[in-house]
């Protein structure tokens, strides 16, 4: 039977093989730009690690296009995905509630899940911003720059947030 298949060069039909399951084992990754290196780091890394769990990956790069982003997740739905690993483009997108509704688990990289339901792996800017300027300070540099992406991420301006004083709030030298 071996020697037939490889005459034929037959491979498994792995969305059959998902329809019959009714789960496939592919999760989508989905970035707001691939060009970035934090998200070329993160597709590259959960690549790795689904693989070596045995699931597959589909990628969806935004380009930083919300309305490119909607259309990517609706693909991973159309797909019946398993999962899906999204670094959003400011805030969870709405699409976010069909997945959930559909059953597909999804983890937002980078941004709070707010009232959407999904879980979140990221760090607080704010808290990173503050930090490294209080390291800088400590270290005794007086003058102290910022540079970062675009100020129309909210992770940019997190980060920039952090060190300024708020209202009541001192600034530790």
């Known amino acids: 039977m071996q020697s037939a298949i490889d005459e034929l060069g037959w491979v498994p039909n792995r969305q059959a093989q998902q329809l019959r399951a009714g789960r496939g084992r592919t ?14 780091d993160l597709l590259r890394g959960a690549q790795k690690e689904l693989s070596s769990n045995g699931f597959g990956a589909t990628i969806g790069d935004a380009d930083n296009n919300a309305d490119l982003q909607q259309k990517v997740l609706r693909s991973f739905l159309a797909q019946r995905v398993r999962g899906v690993i999204l670094g959003p483009i ?18 937002l990289v980078d941004r709070a899940a707010s009232d959407k ?23 005794g540099h007086r003058s102290v720059a910022f540079v970062g992406g675009p100020a129309t991420l909210d992770q940019v301006r997190d980060r920039l947030s952090g060190p300024r004083p708020r209202p009541g709030r001192r600034r530790r030298h």
């Not at 339901?117 to 270290?139: F, I, N, P, S």
């Open 27 to 40: 999760i989508g990754l989905a970035v707001m730009d691939v060009a970035n290196p934090f998200f070329a």
């Open 117 to 139: 339901g999904a879980c979140t792996v990221g760090m607080d800017d704010e808290a990173g911003g503050r930090m490294a300027v209080e390291h800088l300070l400590r270290r």
């Open 90 to 107: 400011g805030k969870a997108p709405s699409v976010v509630d069909e997945l959930q509704r559909a059953g597909i688990p999804t983890v």
